[in-house]
């Protein structure tokens, strides 16, 4: 089993082969709506982010407890949240609180590449303009984690919270660049076709409230 830190590396290879995202935040309008961002994380040396969601309160996933948005060849990752939702204010270097809360979204395109808009609550925006974006509904595990549910029982956004370190299955996925932004890539052997733009992922910094990122 594979950690969810371990997704958001260069040739990933997943154990399973997971169906397609339903919905699809990188083709649907407000897919995440409900979902709570648990952690961003962003590296201006190679040019990537990953961002973590919780989907114990998503309104439209019927599967999986956590998501991961994964971006490559990052162009922009602009973060406007005044100070809403930045414990320090809104400074270089501040991190979302856990309690964001997704109230909409916009998968799109600019020129030849892909682009991303969330708004949160409390007030918040993220904008991501990049090469590559990667989606993944999981089910990953944490401390303490509670019993499954029967089936058609909803979660009610309490409990354990999955982190970077957490074993997860992926259970859906799907994946945009600007050539298949209108249509979803497969799967080949377990990994996803290659793509430019593809960094390795040796450590994180923390975003900014706003930054553009040059190519790496």
């Not at 298949?180 to 900014?208: K, L």
Request: charged share 25%; net charge negative; hydrophobic share 40%.
């Amino acid at each position: 089993m594979i950690s969810v830190n371990d997704l958001a590396g260069e040739g990933v290879r997943v154990p399973s082969r997971p169906g397609a995202a339903e919905p699809d935040p990188l083709r649907e309008p407000d897919a995440l709506q409900e979902a709570r961002l648990l952690d961003c994380r962003v590296s201006r040396v190679t040019s990537t982010a990953a961002l973590l969601f919780g989907l114990r309160t998503a309104l439209r996933f019927d599967e999986g407890n956590a998501a991961l948005l994964v971006v490559r060849g990052l162009r922009t990752f602009g973060w406007d949240a005044g100070t809403a939702s930045q414990p320090d204010g809104g400074g270089a270097g501040a991190e979302p609180r856990r309690e964001l809360t997704v109230v909409s979204g916009a998968p799109g395109r600019l020129d030849d590449l892909v682009r991303a808009e969330f708004s949160f609550l409390p007030a918040a925006r993220l904008e991501i303009i990049a090469e590559q974006v990667d989606f993944y509904v999981l089910d990953a595990e944490a401390p303490g984690d509670e019993p499954p549910r029967p089936a058609g029982e909803r979660a009610d956004g309490h409990g354990p919270l999955p982190s970077w370190d957490s074993p997860c299955t992926v259970l859906q996925a799907s994946g945009a660049r600007p050539a298949d932004a209108t249509r979803g890539r497969s799967f080949r052997d377990g990994r996803w076709p290659a793509a430019t733009g593809v960094h390795t992922v040796p450590g994180w910094v923390r975003g900014p409230k706003t930054a553009a990122v040059p190519r790496g």
